[in-house]
């Protein structure tokens, strides 16, 4: 098995082309991450749904990184270089500390129990293209920073061109977003209702499978079964 992969990249977003292939690159990544979250859920199918993982929503890693003590971060090296451990996994490691966007998969994401947006959607787009919905990672228009920078939010796309934050569901925004927050979980019972009104449908017209209907719309994950959990 491969442990972990880094990427020790930067992307540009300096100009407009930057930006259109760096957005890219970013849904590429994105991309990798269901699939390998798909191969996941496909070897361990008993695992629990996001909104029921207690997972909750924290800030990027690269916003939410805290200030370096560099005699601290001295101690880190010389212990590595004590270690026998070439320089170059010295600056990799000052680089995470730093502030790295990382991607975590879903064994990783619900052993830490939070994660952004670019760890929840994967999430959600596996369970979605396990349960035959044909989900993709979408990218919502960059918003410019108090830096002068752009920040990037990934939420899921639904195959009716529809939208589904998780992010939002789990907490991103607090209480100043509940409003937010209760449309996106209206829309999720929404999709369900509709999902069950089909099957109903199905059932009553073709003698369709209820139970296997059943399954593939709780596989869907749209609504956990205790409830959304109480987020801030």
């Known amino acids: 098995m491969m442990r972990d992969i880094y990427l020790g990249v930067r992307l540009p977003f300096e100009t407009a082309t930057e930006q259109r292939h760096s957005a890219d690159i970013l849904r590429w990544l994105l991309g990798t991450v269901c699939r390998l979250n798909a191969l996941y859920l496909s070897r361990h199918p008993d695992t629990p749904p996001l909104y029921e993982s207690g997972v909750i929503y924290t800030p990027p890693d690269q916003t939410a990184a805290p200030p370096l003590d560099k005699a601290k971060v001295q101690q880190i090296f010389v212990a590595m270089q004590s270690m026998g451990l070439e320089p170059e996994v010295g600056e990799m490691v ?115 499978d209820g139970k296997e209907l059943g399954r593939k719309i709780d596989m869907m994950g749209l609504i956990p079964k205790d409830g959304f959990p109480i987020t801030p």
Not at 120 to 125: A, D, N, T
Not at 150 to 163: E, F, I, K, M, R
Not at 178 to 187: N, S, V
Request: aromatic share 6%; glycine share 10%; net charge neutral.
């Open 94 to 208: 000052l680089r995470i500390m730093r502030g790295a966007e990382v991607f975590l998969d879903i064994p990783t994401l619900y052993r830490r129990k939070r994660g952004d947006c670019n760890e929840l959607v994967p999430v959600r787009v596996a369970e979605l293209w396990r349960a035959g919905i044909a989900a993709t990672p979408y990218l919502v228009d960059p918003v410019p920073t108090a830096g002068g920078g752009l920040c990037y939010h990934a939420v899921v796309q639904w195959p009716d061109g529809s939208a589904e934050d998780p992010s939002l569901i789990l907490g991103m925004g607090g209480a100043g977003r509940a409003q937010d927050r209760a449309e996106e979980i209206r829309k999720n019972k929404e999709r369900w209702t509709n999902y069950m009104s089909a099957a109903k449908a199905l059932i009553a017209a073709e003698g369709a």
